[in-house]
């Protein structure tokens, strides 16, 4: 007989998984308090890294059944969900989201169901993407400088690269100018460069 699994997952300690737990026995799934994994971790880390859905993978086996109420909790984003689903399939463990009507993410219409979802995903991950390239673009063209502001000013730029022409130490460079090590090497290697191609 096929074992009942239930993982609820809540960001933050102050959160309680009591909905999530009252929602799936609410739709007739028995869960047995030993097969209830409980769990406080943000949605943003990946299924494959939380402590409480490692120690669910350990625990189910071949014909399991595994409830969850929504998609979210079972990773970070649709590939990761995905990849959580394609796994257990592999273990033979049938999951159930209650979100998606209670479907059998394993399924046949489970799986047209996350191939949907994956490609919704898709289209709005390349669409932000269009839309990231397009600002950058007009800001670029507007004369936007990306990047950390310089730590030091042109003319300060300027001294640097002339006390390390007349062999100062970088470390005594830094000092006088309130800067670090790697600000004054980089301006070195900026000032090599040019003089290789000059």
């Not at 590939?79 to 159930?96: F, I, N, P, Q, S």
């Not at 979802?117 to 898709?122: C, F, H, L, P, S």
């Not at 950058?136 to 022409?165: E, H, N």
Request: aromatic content about 4%; hydrophobic content about 45%.
């Amino acid at each position: 007989m096929s074992r009942v699994f239930a993982y609820c997952r809540v960001s933050t300690t102050e959160q309680s998984t009591d909905s999530q737990r009252h929602e799936i026995e609410a739709v007739g799934f028995v869960v047995d308090k030993r097969r209830l994994i409980e769990e406080s971790i943000s949605g943003s880390v990946a299924a494959s890294e939380r402590p409480g859905f490692q120690k669910l993978l350990d625990r189910v086996e071949e014909g399991d059944v595994l409830v969850v109420t929504k998609l979210d909790r079972l990773g970070r984003n649709a590939m990761d969900v995905r990849a959580t689903v394609e796994k257990l399939d592999a273990m033979g463990v049938r999951v159930h989201c209650l979100a998606l009507g209670g479907v059998d993410l394993t399924s046949p219409a489970g799986k047209m169901t996350m191939g949907v979802i994956a490609a919704v995903a898709e289209f709005e991950r390349d669409l932000m993407l269009e839309r990231t390239q397009a600002g950058i673009g007009r800001a670029k063209a507007a004369g936007k400088r990306f990047g950390r502001p310089s730590a030091l000013t042109p003319v300060q730029q300027r001294d640097v690269v002339l006390r390390i022409m007349v062999g100062d130490a970088i470390a005594a460079i830094a000092r006088d100018f309130g800067t670090t090590r790697q600000t004054v090497m980089r301006l070195r290697a900026k000032h090599e460069s040019q003089v290789l191609l000059a």
